[in-house]
């Protein structure tokens, strides 16, 4: 089992930036794909990036596409999603996710992911 904790949410303004991190404890994590999706109240969590086992492949939202990005050093057991011209609808909790499987690539689907972290708010002002 995997544990995950996402920090660094926060206010910020329209066109602004912010990066999130999230640290990982319980497994070996440079043999799993990670995975950042975010969620509306109401809403279902949806995907928003991805990241290979080793870093070489990403996979993005086409509505962050450009604007976000994410990254891991797995000598730190840590994965990153910054996050630029962040806008109002980027408004959701975000949450960190690890893959079920071993050597997989960077997924879209919330099925590929079987540990999750309890999230972290990010609120875009306009």
């Known amino acids: 089992q995997v544990q995950l904790v996402e920090s660094g949410g926060g206010l910020v303004q329209a066109g602004g930036s912010l990066g999130l991190s999230c640290t990982t404890s319980?497994?070996?994590?440079?043999?799993?794909?990670m995975g950042w999706f975010r969620q509306a109240p109401g809403k279902e969590r949806e995907f928003v990036a991805a990241?290979?086992?080793?870093?070489?492949?990403?996979n993005y939202a086409d509505s962050v596409k450009g604007r976000f990005t994410i990254s891991r050093d797995n000598a730190k057991n840590m994965v990153y999603l910054q996050m630029n011209s962040l806008k109002p609808e980027d408004t959701d909790v975000y949450y960190c996710?690890?893959?079920?499987?071993?050597?997989?690539?960077?997924?879209?689907?919330?099925?590929?992911?079987?540990?999750w972290g309890q999230g972290t708010q990010v609120t875009g002002s306009s």
């Open positions: 319980g497994r070996t994590f440079s043999s799993y794909a």
């Open positions: 996710a690890a893959s079920v499987r071993r050597w997989g690539s960077p997924a879209y689907r919330r099925d590929d992911y079987g540990s």
């Open positions: 990241i290979s086992w080793s870093g070489a492949n990403t």
